[in-house]
């Protein structure tokens, strides 16, 4: 008997090995600058943000596959969810979906997504308290996605659907990413430190900005890749207030007139990252990896910020991104701000 639970015991952690090699290939191809985030966080917490990742741009690259119309992509979701929240539930057939991806990794993600699945319900590497805060987050996640979904779901390249003020913008945001930060930060102070009572909701007010400030990059960075979809994320309010339509961005030419209100979203971005960095500054000085790891998200961040200030973010023409190059510089600045300790607000 003794032989035969050793032997079982050796194939669940061959298989858990195997597993964790797919998951980290599937996470190198679905991700850029993320996966260097990964790869210098410390091993304590490395597995359970990695998970929470792949798991999250599963559920992104089903909202995000071009179909004929949302109701399956809304079923797809639903029942994903679903298997996560209960492992006696079905996990939906994504071969489909996968068939259709113009992106290789992200159909290699769809075709094995078994494998995530299995592993953050079957994995003794990840706690059943790791397990309900992962479940906790990505129903957040989901239930940003499905809102999407079904708030833009007459949007079409002749018809722009915006969001109607800035609550649903802030709800948004905090769905799809802030909830990620107060994730982040439980497993730290699960696995990693603790913290003084008395800061520790400053601790997740900042992680929840943190979150909302890489979110609110990308929607102003894809501004007029969205727009050309029909989906407006600049609410008709706001708008409305500057005398603009979600139309009137579809011509570059309306850039000056936009600029003032474009800017406004810039500051609050920057004051999120502002707020991220005081995340970092809050941890303590021998969380070297942790801090190295946040640092880069907020670098790629400021840079960012520094190209949509340069360029006309209406010319749909002209991709606004951080280039390789560019993330390598910033990985050896990370490297040197952690080992100097300097504060980065207000750095490009």
């Known amino acids: 008997m003794s032989s035969i639970i050793s032997k079982n015991m050796e194939e669940d952690m061959l298989s858990n090995s ?15 600058s993320f996966f260097l985030s990964l790869k210098v966080l410390p091993k304590k917490i490395r597995r359970h943000i990695g998970l929470l990742y792949i798991l999250a741009r599963l559920a992104d690259t089903i909202a995000d596959s071009k179909v004929g119309e949302n109701k399956a992509l809304l079923q797809g ?42 592993y953050f319900e079957k994995s003794d590497k990840i706690t ?39 609550s649903q913008l802030d709800d948004y945001t905090y769905r799809v990413a802030g909830c990620v930060g107060e994730f982040w930060t439980h497993m730290s102070l ?44 600049i609410p008709q309010d706001t708008l409305k207030e500057y005398q603009l339509t979600a139309e009137d961005l ?3 030419k309306n850039i000056d007139k936009f600029k003032p209100l474009f800017d406004l979203y810039l500051e609050r971005a920057e004051t999120y990252l502002d707020n991220a960095i005081e995340w970092i500054e ?16 907020i670098l790629i961040g400021q840079r960012t910020l520094v190209l949509l200030k340069e360029g006309n973010i209406l010319d749909a023409n002209s991709r606004i991104k951080v280039l390789r190059p560019e993330i390598k510089k910033i990985m050896r600045k990370s490297i040197w701000l952690c080992i100097s300790r300097k504060n980065p607000k207000k750095m490009s």
Do not use: W
């Open 190 to 233: 699960d696995h990693l430190f603790q913290i003084d009572e008395g800061k520790r909701d400053v601790l997740f007010e900042n992680a929840v900005k943190f979150g909302k400030s890489l979110q609110l990059i990308n929607i102003l960075r894809d501004l007029p890749e969205d727009l050309l979809m029909g989906r407006c994320y």
């Open 250 to 252: 579809l011509n570059s």
């Open 128 to 166: 059943d308290s790791d397990r309900e805060k992962i479940r906790i987050c990505l129903d957040i996640i989901i239930s940003g996605q499905i809102l999407d979904l079904e708030r833009f779901n007459d949007a079409s390249g002749g018809q722009i659907v915006s969001l109607e003020n800035e």
């Open 282 to 297: 809050m941890l303590p000085k021998n969380q070297y990896r942790l801090r190295l790891s946040c640092m880069l998200p």
């Open 18 to 32: 195997l597993s964790e090699k797919k998951i980290d290939s599937l996470l190198e191809g679905t991700s850029r």
């Open 77 to 118: 979701l639903k029942e994903y969810n679903n298997r996560i929240q209960d492992s006696n539930k079905g996990l939906p057939d994504f071969t489909s979906l996968a068939e259709i991806q113009d992106n290789e990794a992200e159909a290699e993600l769809l075709s094995n997504a078994i494998i995530p699945v299995n």
